[in-house]
């Protein structure tokens, strides 16, 4: 059991440049979220997922789009990558439906550290 | 919209204390749940507690403990007798089950360095 898994660990791009960040869990966890972290902040959410084939927009949405095509990965793109961009993106999962809210936490990847330059 | 705020930008405590991270949030629902997470130098998300806002109880797990004060909305985490491995960041987390999708909202943390 990988739980959840992010590729790249780490990536730097210039100014302008489209990249896509990978998420997969094998948790068979309905929904899904991606994350940035900047420099001495908490986490904010950029977009999440509660089922394969649907998305929605978080609190920091503009510059991203994502995808949900099958229930086990959720990419985040990038479209023309500015240096706002900047940060460590994380990616979690969470169980889902069928279970109450109660306990359950979601469960992070390890990070990509991005660098637009 | 709802709001968590931890007020401690950083924090040192000598080995073996216990130490105190504050947590306030404000929210109009009912129903909420209150997470900590910690985050070493190496960078992962690692959950240590949950406390719901019905729970009667104050959440433990292990050395942690959630002091829960629902008047008074606030969620402090207490660490007892502190490690040199319990030096990381801090971050209290608030769910929101807005639309189903069961999201988080994270305060800035709170840098914890725990002294020899």
């Known amino acids: 059991n990988a739980g959840v898994t992010q590729t790249p660990k780490f990536r730097v791009l210039k100014t302008g440049q489209s990249m896509t960040l990978l998420c997969a869990q094998d948790?068979?966890?309905?929904?899904m979220y991606w994350y940035r972290q900047d420099p001495g902040m908490g986490l904010r959410l950029i977009h999440y997922?509660?089922?394969?084939?649907?998305?929605a927009k978080g609190e920091v949405p503009d510059g991203y789009n994502v995808s949900r095509l099958k229930k086990q990965n959720f990419l985040l793109g990038l479209e023309s990558a500015a240096p706002s961009q900047t940060s460590v993106y994380f990616c979690?999962?969470?169980?889902?439906?069928?279970?109450?809210?109660?306990?359950?936490?979601?469960?992070f990847g390890p990070g990509t550290r991005l660098t637009v330059l | 919209a709802q709001k968590i705020t931890q007020t401690q930008p950083g924090m040192f405590v000598q080995e073996k204390e216990a130490v105190t991270l504050d947590c306030t949030y404000d929210?109009?629902?009912?129903?909420?749940?209150l997470f900590w997470y910690k985050q070493p130098s190496s960078g992962e998300m690692i959950f240590l507690i949950y406390?719901?806002?019905?729970?009667?109880q104050n959440a433990t797990e292990g050395r942690y403990s959630l002091n829960f004060q629902k008047a008074r909305k606030s969620a402090n985490l207490v660490i007892s007798a502190s490690q040199l491995g319990d030096s990381a960041m801090y971050f209290c987390?608030?769910?929101?089950?807005?639309?189903?999708?069961?999201?988080?909202?994270f305060g800035q943390g709170t840098r914890l360095t725990i002294n020899p």
């Open positions: 997922s509660v089922g394969e084939g649907t998305t």
């Open positions: 406390q719901g806002s019905y729970d009667e």
């Open positions: 948790m068979n966890h309905e929904y």
């Open positions: 987390a608030m769910r929101e089950t807005g639309e189903g999708a069961q999201k988080l909202v």
């Open positions: 929210t109009s629902d009912q129903s909420y749940g």
């Open positions: 979690a999962s969470l169980r889902g439906l069928g279970q109450r809210a109660g306990t359950d936490t979601q469960y």
